[in-house]
């Protein structure tokens, strides 16, 4: 994992690398992917970017609004499936 | 994770307007989740020394797009049932605030992605749900390319 004294988490969800070319600089950063939006979500120690943390499902979010209610990523993609069942019902009367 | 992966790339030209490279979701006939692992951002040609904001997005229909088959990363599995395309003629239809990431990103920079297991990008099962890879910049008019691996 990215510098493992200073940059990273204790539990990544990703790994991300920036490489940009002409100069050779290559950053590195773990990443975590919120359990609720399923956004990928890049830790920067210090940026001041404010996050949260679910109790219930054991990890950060990402800090949106939408966020603060614990739903869990797994119920929202089962309602989008059963409404798209639903419409495929309807469709064929 | 247990299933097939697959891997796929597109580009597209840069444009004042967010113009999309890839996406990747479910075809117009059998729907399956694709659990994207990993991703790929980066520019073609020369370059100039400018920057563009990256987004993957939610997309509820994948628009009219050059087709792109999508590379079997193991040679035994059955051909991708997800649908990928490039070059977007026709945007799809993007998800209101549904970036799962951005990155701003030099043009003479790539930036690559990688989930570790049960963190991936999950899509639903729905017909044409996917994720799209897009870019937008004020004046440069290079090429860039998004590449995407997914488990399906």
Redesign the interface.
């Known amino acids: 994992m990215a510098n493992i004294n200073r940059l990273s988490m204790r539990r990544?969800?990703?790994?991300?690398?920036?490489?940009?070319?002409?100069l050779g600089?290559l950053e590195e950063h773990d990443?975590?992917?919120c359990p609720h939006?399923?956004?990928?979500c890049?830790v920067r120690p210090g940026s001041g970017t404010h996050r949260g943390f679910c109790f219930r499902c054991n990890g950060p979010t990402c800090g949106g609004n939408?966020c603060q209610v614990c739903v869990p990523?797994e119920r929202k993609?089962e309602a989008?499936?059963n409404?798209?069942r639903l419409h495929r019902l309807m469709e064929r009367g | 994770m247990a299933g097939a992966r697959y891997s796929a790339s597109g580009n597209q030209t840069l444009t004042t307007t967010f113009t999309t490279a890839l996406t990747v979701g479910s075809n117009a006939t059998t729907?399956q989740?694709n659990f994207i692992t990993s991703f790929l951002f980066g520019n073609e040609g020369t370059p100039a020394d400018l920057v563009s904001v990256w987004t993957?997005q939610r997309v509820t229909a994948l628009g009219t797009a050059t087709l792109v088959t999508a590379t079997k990363r193991d040679p035994a599995d059955r051909v991708a049932q997800a649908a990928c395309g490039e070059n977007h003629s026709v945007e799809p239809t993007y998800t209101a605030?549904?970036?799962?990431?951005e990155?701003p990103?030099?043009h003479?920079?790539?930036?690559?992605?990688?989930?570790?297991p049960?963190?991936?990008?999950?899509t639903?099962?729905?017909?044409g749900?996917g994720i799209g890879f897009k870019a937008l910049h004020a004046s440069a008019v290079t090429d860039f390319r998004a590449e995407a691996v997914w488990v399906e």
């Open positions: 990544p969800g990703g790994y991300g690398v920036l490489t940009f070319e002409p600089i990443t975590f992917t939006c399923n956004k990928v890049i939408r990523f993609l989008m499936e409404r798209y | 729907a989740r993957a605030a549904e970036e799962v990431h990155s990103i030099n003479r920079g790539t930036y690559r992605w990688m989930a570790m049960g963190d991936e990008i999950v639903p099962a729905t017909v749900a």
